[in-house]
């Protein structure tokens, strides 16, 4: 039918699953059909080598839109944090698409304690929920260029606080 759809006073959805919104065409090509979106909480987890930190704080949020999603989180450590070897962020809701360099998503953010701040990056591999936190030079990335050296349990200090975003299929 020609025309357009107005819904005065309740919810549009369909009667069946599998169905979704076709954007952009005038047929149903599956490319350009939302079938998909959801918005909710996520508890992320902080590791040290294989030792799971006790967090003050473990927040996120996502939004995921077809195969896309973007997470947000914030982590808060009072006091030292234990085990030894790299950083590692993980318990993302989705698993990360695995095809390739299209499936490693960068992700960015900060970590700030009480003498100072410095801004670490990482990546989350295709085919994982976790992020290995990187960093770059002696100033722990706050200039410089390129991402050499895991961030590791002796680069933290006690109570300390980290935000990160990243966005992934």
Request: proline residues 3%; negative net charge.
């Given at each position: 039918q020609a025309g357009e759809a107005i819904v005065q006073t309740g919810d549009l959805y369909f009667a069946t699953a599998g169905k979704g919104i076709?954007?952009?065409?005038?047929?149903?090509?599956?490319?350009?059909?939302?079938?998909?979106?959801e918005e909710a909480n996520w508890t992320p987890k902080i590791f040290v080598g294989t030792t799971e930190q006790n967090l003050s704080r473990a927040d996120g949020t996502y939004v995921k839109v077809g195969d896309f999603v973007h997470c947000a989180m914030a982590i808060i450590v009072n006091g030292n944090i234990s085990g030894t070897g790299a950083v590692t962020i993980t318990n993302?809701?989705?698993?990360?698409?695995?095809?390739?360099?299209?499936?490693?998503?960068?992700?960015?953010?900060s970590i700030a304690y009480t003498s100072g701040t410095f801004m670490p990056a990482g990546i989350l591999m295709g085919s994982n929920t976790n992020i290995a936190a990187m960093y770059g030079n002696s100033t722990?990335?706050?200039?410089?260029?390129?991402?050499t050296s895991?961030?590791?349990?002796?680069?933290?200090?006690?109570?300390?606080?980290?935000?990160?975003?990243?966005?992934y299929r």
């Open positions: 076709v954007l952009g065409a005038t047929t149903n090509v599956a490319a350009n059909t939302l079938d998909d979106y993302f809701p989705f698993t990360a698409f695995a095809g390739g360099a299209s499936g490693n998503a960068r992700a960015a953010g722990k990335g706050t200039t410089g260029s390129a991402f895991s961030l590791q349990h002796g680069d933290l200090p006690a109570n300390w606080n980290m935000h990160f975003s990243v966005s």
